[in-house]
Nanobody
Framework: QVQLVESGGGLVQPGGSLRLSCAVS????????MGWYRQAPGKQRELVAG???????NYAEAVKGRFTISRDVANNTVYLQMSSLKPEDTAVYYC??????????WGQGTQVTVSS
């Protein structure tokens, strides 16, 4: 059973920063891709950033230059560093792991609210 546990969400003012963490119960190299998604109220879940096992990281156009996905292989943790946050970044953020059989695993989500 794979478990993904997110942390680091909260309330932040516009222009501020947050770092989300995703602790994975298995080596992250067991997965083809690690990623972060988000879902705002009334909207579909969308990809924010992806980190393939091998290859380049990729980002949604809306967050390029502001968000950075990274990983700590030794500690089975994936991070999302978010800077210059905007109110439209407000959403529940989910960690995702996709394995070689294209099976997706999800965390429980962490709320990020950007508001003054």
């Amino acid at each position: 059973q794979v478990q993904l546990v997110e942390s680091g969400g909260g309330l932040v003012q516009p222009g501020g920063s947050l770092r989300l963490s995703c602790a994975v119960s298995r080596t992250i190299f067991a997965f083809d891709v690690m990623g972060w998604y988000r879902q705002a109220p009334g909207k579909q879940r969308e990809l924010v950033a992806g980190y393939p096992r091998y290859g380049s990281r990729n980002y949604a156009e809306a967050v390029k230059g502001r968000f950075t996905i990274s990983r700590d292989v030794a500690n089975n943790t994936v991070y999302l560093q978010m800077s210059s946050l905007k109110p439209e970044d407000t959403a529940v953020y989910y960690c995702n792991a996709r394995d070689i059989n294209s099976l997706n695993y999800w965390g429980q989500g962490t709320q990020v609210t950007v508001s003054s």
